[in-house]
């Protein structure tokens, strides 16, 4: 395995940086955005044998205040990248699915997740704060030969010729490789550069998030297990993190403000005033949380197309899927392993991976595109439908009504 040589072309816009650009030296896989999808992207790769260049927006991290479901198909992934012994002291592996009705309390189901679903799938069911994820992720790039990283880099130009990309920054400073994958995110500026038929709209909903100290509240939120309390119209999730030290809470309300900022901080009053009447111990949750930071939730069609040439979109810029089936992220580690395995069986036929790569997505993220929205709309029903949801709930055996999601679980990257 060589080092990854980089060849950094300053003062250069993307056109100019192509004809610069050292004849008969392939490149790297540029990768622009190092969020969960970028950094697994190019683990994955690396455990391929193919180097890759991250290049982040953001001159340093500082990730945000939020949880993160991991189901089996996503920490199967992270078992191959190589993060889970750095990652593993950090999550909570919660031991049931607990549903509840939100204005009563009382249990509707409690869905086996634990040993059940490991021993199911072949890998655990994790839940963890997003930094450590995050953390998890760098910790390995920073260490792997086959990965640079480059921070403050904000990409606003591509161009491509005779096999070869180059992407372009407004500072002027650009890089070559020969293909680029765009993994900046919900709002990608590169996929309305190159896809611009595809662009996200507003749900009418939005999802507050808080990450509450667990030694602040009573002895039932200790507990290993994801909870989730169903109202008209609303829901609220929780699962402790930090290594049980605290609760990631999620408050998902019809809301009529649309924002693009992705953690807007927002009153506790304004999250007391908005939550339907509940249950004592939820209200004790909502009244211990101190800081919450509101996200409007947008949904788009999975596009037609997002591989074009030697470029290709991942994880949230190429299909943001509403987060009611706890899946986008881990959508993004999907895309990385079949990312890499295209690449990996076409190494000289670029174009040609990145089709594979589409084609093999496509289906898969639909599906659970589809069966995000569902759940959404199931959760929020009201009246006589939700009575029904409630009985069905109470009677189907939990392990029958898990097993509904061995297609999720079991997936496998070949
Ligand atoms: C409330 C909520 C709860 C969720 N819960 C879950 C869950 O439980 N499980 C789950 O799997 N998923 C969940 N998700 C979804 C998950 O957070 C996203 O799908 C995931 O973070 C997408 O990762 P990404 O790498 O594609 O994009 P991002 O994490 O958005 O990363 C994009 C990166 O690109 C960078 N960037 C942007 N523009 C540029 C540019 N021009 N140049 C360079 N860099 C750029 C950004 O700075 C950022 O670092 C949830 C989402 C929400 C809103």
Request: charge should be positive.
């Amino acid at each position: 395995m060589s080092v990854l040589q980089l060849d950094p072309l300053a003062n250069e816009n993307a056109e100019t940086a192509l004809a610069h650009a050292r004849k008969g030296q392939p490149g790297p896989v540029l990768i622009v955005g190092a969020g969960i999808g970028g950094l697994a992207a190019s683990l994955a790769l690396a455990r391929r044998g193919i180097a890759s260049h991250v290049l982040e927006r953001r001159p340093a991290f500082n990730e945000d205040g939020a949880g993160i479901q991991i189901g089996p198909n996503g920490t199967r992934i992270l078992r191959q990248l190589g993060v889970v012994d750095a990652l593993r002291p950090h999550v909570g592996v919660p031991e049931a699915l607990s549903v509840r009705d939100g204005s009563t309390g009382n249990e509707l189901a409690r869905l086996p997740l634990g040993r059940w679903l490991a021993m199911r799938h072949g890998a655990p069911y994790w839940v963890a704060h997003r930094r450590d994820l995050h953390a998890a992720l760098l910790q390995a790039v920073r260490t792997e030969p086959l990965v640079a990283l480059s921070m403050g880099f904000d990409a606003s130009e591509v161009a491509t010729r005779d096999g070869l990309v180059a992407v372009a920054a407004d500072s002027r400073q650009a890089w070559t490789g020969r293909a680029l994958i765009a993994a900046d995110g919900i709002w990608s500026p590169l996929r309305s550069l190159l896809f611009k038929e595809a662009k996200p709209t507003f749900c009418g909903k939005s999802a507050s998030r808080s990450i509450v100290p667990l030694d602040t509240l009573p002895e039932e939120f200790h507990r290993p297990e994801t909870t989730i309390w169903l109202f008209p119209d609303a829901h609220v999730v929780h699962y402790p993190v930090s290594g049980g030290t605290e609760l990631a809470v999620v408050v998902v309300l019809d809301d009529g403000h649309e924002s693009s900022d992705w953690s807007a901080p927002v009153p506790p009053a304004w999250i007391q005033q908005s939550m339907p009447e509940c249950a004592e111990a939820l209200q004790t949750l909502i009244l211990g949380a101190s800081t919450w930071r509101r996200w409007s939730l947008h949904t788009m069609p999975v596009p037609q197309r997002w591989a074009q040439g030697p470029i290709a979109l991942l994880g949230d810029a190429a299909h943001p899927v509403l987060p009611f089936l706890a899946q986008g992220g881990v959508m993004a580690l999907e895309d990385a392993a079949v990312l890499a395995d295209a690449l990996h069986r076409n190494p000289d036929q670029v174009p040609l991976a990145l089709q594979q790569y589409q084609r093999r997505r496509r289906a898969r993220v639909m599906r659970v595109a589809k069966a995000s929205r569902r759940n959404g709309s199931i959760y929020h029903l009201q009246g006589l439908a939700a009575q029904a949801r409630n009985l069905v709930l109470r009677k189907l055996p939990a392990q029958r009504l898990m097993a509904r999601y061995d297609w999720l679980y079991g997936w496998r990257a070949d």
